[in-house]
T-cell receptor, first 108, second 112 residues
Framework: LAKTTQPISMDSYEGQEVNITCSHN???????ITWYQQFPSQGPRFIIQ???TKVTNEVASLFIPADRKSSTLSLPRVSLSDTAVYYC?????????FGAGTRLTVKP | DAEITQSPRHKITETGRQVTLACHQT?????MFWYRQDLGHGLRLIHY???????NKGEVSDGYSVSRSNTEDLPLTLESAASSQTSVYFC???????????FGPGTRLTVL
């Protein structure tokens, strides 16, 4: 299983773009990169998934360089409601591991 | 709308008792999972199932068991509850292996 490393916490202000980077040096050829968001007292919620280059949806963008050893989740113009823990997962099966995640705090 | 529910939402029990946490999904997903989350930590996989009569051990399966008799339900049983099993338990389901997982609201279990 590929191990992931993320910053423990990040602070931002409303309206700013936030980029959270995840390192996964041992990513395998078949592995996808998936990001989840978790609010207090709730289960995680899927944000975005990608394999290479760039993926964008209505919530976020995911940037993956050619070597795939890292990925960056980009949240445009964050608001207070984006305060949450963000998890990066790497794998091709359901035995993927949630790390401690990155606790993002958005300030007014 | 399809959903995934867990019951009870809160449970207090005593050491040594058997406890069963329920998970029910109406997505008709083949894959179901149980995780535990301890304060300030990420989720750890306990057991998972790829279909009826299929169960697999996850990262922290000791002291837990599951059974899958139908598509909709995956109950989690703590055979003899221990204080170390005090945690928040999340159930999830997915349509395909490696696909997006949809999580339930969680069950907060306290073992005294």
């Amino acid at each position: 299983l590929a191990k992931t490393t993320q910053p423990i916490s990040m602070d931002s202000y409303e309206g700013q773009e936030v980029n959270i980077t995840c390192s996964h040096n041992n990513i395998a050829t078949n592995d996808y990169i998936t990001w989840y968001q978790q609010f207090p007292s709730q289960g995680p919620r899927f944000i975005i998934q990608g394999y290479k280059t760039k993926v964008t949806n209505e919530v976020a963008s995911l940037f993956i360089p050619a070597d795939r050893k890292s990925s960056t989740l980009s949240l445009p113009r964050v608001s207070l409601s984006d305060t949450a823990v963000y998890y990066c997962l790497v794998g091709d099966s359901d035995d993927m591991r949630f790390g401690a995640g990155t606790r993002l705090t958005v300030k007014p | 709308d399809a959903e995934i529910t867990q019951s009870p939402r809160h449970k207090i029990t005593e050491t040594g008792r058997q406890v069963t946490l329920a998970c029910h999904q109406t997505w008709n997903h083949n894959n179901m999972f149980w995780y535990r989350q301890d304060l300030g930590h990420g989720l750890r996989l306990i057991h998972y199932s790829y279909g009826v009569q299929d169960t697999n051990k996850g990262e922290v399966s000791d002291g837990y068991s599951v059974s899958r008799s139908n598509t909709e339900d995956l109950p989690l049983t703590l055979e003899s509850a221990a204080s170390s099993q005090t945690s928040v338990y999340f159930c999830a389901s997915s349509e395909l292996i490696g696909d997006t997982q949809y999580f339930g609201p969680g069950t907060r279990l306290t073992v005294l």
